[in-house]
């Protein structure tokens, strides 16, 4: 079992940046890939980005490639996600996830879930 709780979301004017962090419990962190999505109202959750367990590839969305940088520390059981360059179309929930394997884009691949933290672009 895994347990993930998300932070750092907030309110920011459009071209600001935030940073999520994910922690996570239990003993075996560095063996999940782990994942940030994000759902805006009304749209169904779309995949952001996701880093292997070791941290040592990543693979990003479209949407946010060269704005987003998603990081892990395995020794704080902690997941990053830098998000510069924000435009209003960033506003969302974001979620983190955690799952056995890498690359992973469907929501439904994920057995593991925060609860999310609402992240606002707006002038």
């Known amino acids: 079992q895994v347990q993930l709780v998300e932070s750092g979301g907030g309110s920011v004017q459009p071209g600001g940046s935030l940073r999520l962090s994910c922690a996570a419990s239990g003993r075996t962190f560095s063996s999940y890939a782990m994942v940030w999505f994000r759902q805006a109202p009304g749209k169904e959750r779309a995949f952001v980005a996701t880093?292997?367990?070791?941290?040592?590839?990543?693979y990003y969305a479209d949407s946010v490639k060269g704005r987003f940088t998603i990081s892990r520390d395995n020794t704080k059981n902690t997941v990053y996600l830098q998000m510069n360059s924000l435009k209003p179309e960033d506003t969302a929930v974001y979620y983190c996830?955690?799952?056995?394997?890498?690359?992973?884009?469907?929501?439904?691949?994920?057995?593991?879930w925060g609860q999310g933290t609402q992240v606002t672009v707006s002038s």
């Open positions: 996830a955690a799952g056995r394997y890498y690359m992973q884009t469907l929501p439904s691949r994920y057995d593991y």
């Open positions: 880093i292997t367990g070791s941290g040592g590839n990543t």
